[in-house]
């Protein structure tokens, strides 16, 4: 969906797809086809196929699109279908059926050798259990993939270093991994994924394992890595607020069927369903929603080539006391008040830029709330709301925050008192459960 801001301008770069999945099956059992080939069984739930087929529905037709670049989450609950879909993308488990499209060439079709150097070449992957060989130093661990690639021994351990030091391990290349922590561990998974130098960097519940203050900072390491690096990240979880603070776009998923896809904010604003709606309740709005969500338009906005006099008339008009001042491109250059314009007035002033005001304040239009709190409570004016180019998108009074709060509110009473549909039952039976319960139980039977 191309994004536009209140004067037009398409926000959205055209972005390149990377890895394409399309209508992928997975049926784990014998003779799939059973299924795939008889209407009525496609289209039946994964228990009745389970029951007249002996057969289980690991993924159902799924497709999405992942953007370079793009960190990419998947979202669902234990049994979901998370690993199944993310192995099916570097081929450790046959999609039965479908297509996994990667830079433009259907893998499904490859051939051992080509495989091979897909996963050599373009993929890596971090596991939750990390996966390291015991009996190998950090250093091994990490330049083991080159090793058997036949890279020079010089060469490797050199890029190993490289990464060793990324990961924030310097100093430790010569221990065993027993002798590291678990997040440490988790470090020496990532450095080795990246020591490959893939393009994309598939990750199955990586940080599922750790403690929640280092699982915070691995999160955050994570992030200024991609930042860095810019590579395609598909990132697996069963917990929601680590998928709102990593995710780009989140895929949520359930019985094997990707039921939304969207920004965190569009998950948290507008669910899909029930069933997305029951999963996002107890995150907190103040953490989700940002600035652009609750931004109002102001009743009027100041150019910069307007008079003192007239911008005076168009204030007072308006019944307001202050207004934001903009370029003829929407670029913000401050803000005016009433009682500025008449001091500059009684100054015989003409240039508007010599009234604006220095208790303005603006905020990047993905500041959350909770962050955007201490900055209306800082000023008895707006905030102005900007893009990356600065360009005015909108503005935020306490009560705009506090009114959002309000709708957000409404919107969960109104789906608890309407209840569900009957076929978009509750995903965690005990309310008092988090998605955190699962934890520990993401792996395949
Ligand atoms: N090798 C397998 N054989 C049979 N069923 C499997 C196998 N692997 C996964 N499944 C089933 O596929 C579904 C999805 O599992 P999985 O992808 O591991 O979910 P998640 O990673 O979201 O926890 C589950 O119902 C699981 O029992
Ligand atoms: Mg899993």
Redesign the pocket.
Known sequence: MAEENNHGINLDADREVCVEVRNVW?I??HRPERVLENPELRNAG?DDILEQTGL????RDVSFDVHRGEFFVLM????????????CIIRL?EPSAGQVIINGEDIVSYDDVKLGELRRNTMGMVFQHFGLLPHRSVLDNVAYGLKVRGVAIDERYERARYYIDKVGLKGWEHHLPAALSGGMQQRVGIARALTGDPEILLL??PFSGLDPLIRRQMQDELLELQAELQKTLLF?T?DLHEALKVGGRIAI?R??EIIQVGSPEEVITSPSNAYVRQFVQDASPTKVLTARTVMEQPPVLIYSWQGPKASLQILRDANVDSAFVVTRQARLLGMITVEGLVRLIRKQGRNLKDALDPEFISCSADTVVEDLIPLVAATRYPVAVVDEEDRFLGEIYVSTIISSMIREEEQIEQVETQGAPAEEESPVTDQSASADT?QG?????
């Open positions: 997975k784990f059992g994964k289980v529905v690991g993924l669902g609950l234990s049994g979901s279908g998370k690993s199944t879909l993310i192995r488990a199955d519940e697996v069963h998923m019985d094997g699962y139980e993401g792996e395949s039977p």
